[in-house]
């Protein structure tokens, strides 16, 4: 895993709260840097035994005392941050804290900034930046399929996916260069139609990878608009999915002008309902302005609810009777009463076998657009590549390939070829 270039500041000891603001049980104040282990001496008398939890008195430097507090010392460089690290077990009471920060500070060590830690971490090879999107993915989860993916990167996984696609491009170039080199060998000519087919495997792999439900549906949530006439139910059905009273409801048509959107989870799915105006033709400029943000709304989203029965049988509308205690349901609507409660379930049960198919599936990593834009012009190399009959244009498309892979991962180097062409060809025949 490459390292980033590591900034002047990361020279410094730091230290934060890493649980919760007090007061509480428990506060964990972590210690990352070069002094972390002379400042956990100086407060306990002595460095623990590493990575064994020991029990310790800690004092500061007029030998008051401060806590008793469980401690915790995890020298370099296999820790989280990659640097010496110690942990301190306090008593969750603010004075606690703050008396223990003010022993930090008078030994020179200074409080951490926002994610310092895990910049570090970064910094020192210990996360690549893929796991580092996942930790701040996995702190704003808020569903159950959020916390998944968030999980899956945050463990590497995007990582390693990328990291073994830079291998077979690394293998691939060294062939290639191999090819050009000793043009007219039987093995090279071998080695020539296998990297063909690598290349062609290759290709397809980033190409279903980019064709996969992006990561931002599944960040920001699986976007469904409620469309219908004025007076069909969508702000009562909208209310009813939501749990609270978000939007005005009457009978008076034309009530709903403007979109209403919440975020809400269904079946551990995110996703942002929007209440739309009813369409119509429009009576005054102002309704005029709701009817077109709602059609807008309707093209915009991933799910369509349609009131109206004007779009059914397409994948992602939901036909539904929204008035079913009052009025019979249409044909292949789904009846339900929001006033009720009556064919809810049904309809959430319907929205999540939707959605699912919209979202990533369990064990696949999404992709955001920094990663899809990058992988797009890596698919577009190895495509131009597997097409060319010029070993020179196939040569160079690859280098694209890996340049703009390279970008992703920071990794990847001449000496890596080199090092798989050596490897693989006997060029000493």
């Known amino acids: 895993m490459a390292r980033a270039n590591k900034p002047d500041a990361a020279d410094s000891t730091i230290y934060a709260l890493s649980s919760g603001a007090p007061p509480a049980a428990i506060a964990i104040v972590r210690i990352s840097g070069p002094d972390a282990g002379a400042t956990l001496a100086a407060l306990a008398g002595s460095c623990p035994s590493p990575r064994t939890a020991s029990l310790r008195r800690l004092r500061d430097q007029r030998g008051e005392l401060l806590d008793h507090a469980l401690l915790l010392w995890m020298p370099g460089p296999c820790t989280a941050t990659g640097e010496d690290l110690a942990e301190l077990h306090l008593h969750g009471g603010r004075a606690v804290v703050a008396a223990v920060f003010a022993a930090l500070a008078e030994r020179g060590l200074r409080q951490a900034e926002p994610g310092e830690f895990t910049r570090r971490a970064l910094f020192n090879g210990r996360l690549d930046l893929s796991a580092v999107e996942g930790l701040a993915d996995l702190l704003a989860a808020e569903t159950e399929s959020q916390r998944r993916e968030a999980m899956r990167r945050a463990d590497g996984m995007l990582g390693r996916k990328l990291d073994g696609w830079m291998r077979r491009l690394v293998e691939i170039a060294a062939a290639l260069e191999a090819a050009l080199d000793y043009d007219g060998d039987d093995d090279v000519a071998q080695q020539g139609s296998d990297t063909a087919e690598a290349i062609a495997?290759?290709?397809?792999?980033?190409?279903?990878?980019?064709?996969?439900?992006?990561?931002?549906?599944?960040?920001?949530?699986?976007?469904?608009?409620?469309?219908?006439?004025p007076n069909a139910g969508k702000s009562t059905l909208f209310n009813a999915l939501v749990g609270e009273d978000a939007a005005i409801v009457s009978a008076i048509a034309g009530t709903t002008r403007d979109a209403i959107e919440r975020p809400v989870a269904l079946a551990g799915m995110p996703v942002v309902l929007v209440d739309t105006a009813g369409v119509r033709d429009a009576l005054d400029p102002i309704e005029a302005i709701g009817v077109d943000r709602a059609l807008r709304e309707r093209a915009r989203a991933d799910i369509v609810l349609d009131l109206a029965g004007e779009q059914t049988g397409a994948a992602h509308v939901i036909a539904v009777a929204a008035k079913a205690d009052v009025a019979a349901a249409r044909a292949g609507a789904l009846p339900v009463s929001a006033l009720t409660g009556a064919g809810l379930a049904a309809l959430r049960a319907a929205i999540a076998t939707v959605g699912a198919g919209l979202l990533p599936r369990d064990g696949e990593v999404a992709l955001d657009r920094r990663y899809r834009d990058a992988l797009a012009i890596v698919h577009a190399a190895l495509a131009s590549a597997a097409a060319s009959d010029d070993p020179l244009i196939t040569a160079d498309e690859i280098r694209v390939a890996r340049a703009h892979l390279d970008g992703l991962i920071g990794g990847g180097d001449v000496e890596a070829m080199l090092d798989a062409l050596f490897g693989r060809f006997c060029l000493g025949k």
Do not use: S, W, Y
Not at 205 to 210: F, Q
């Open 201 to 229: 495997a290759l290709t397809l792999e980033i190409g279903t990878a980019l064709a996969a439900a992006p990561a931002e549906r599944l960040r920001d949530g699986v976007r469904i608009a409620i469309v219908g006439p």
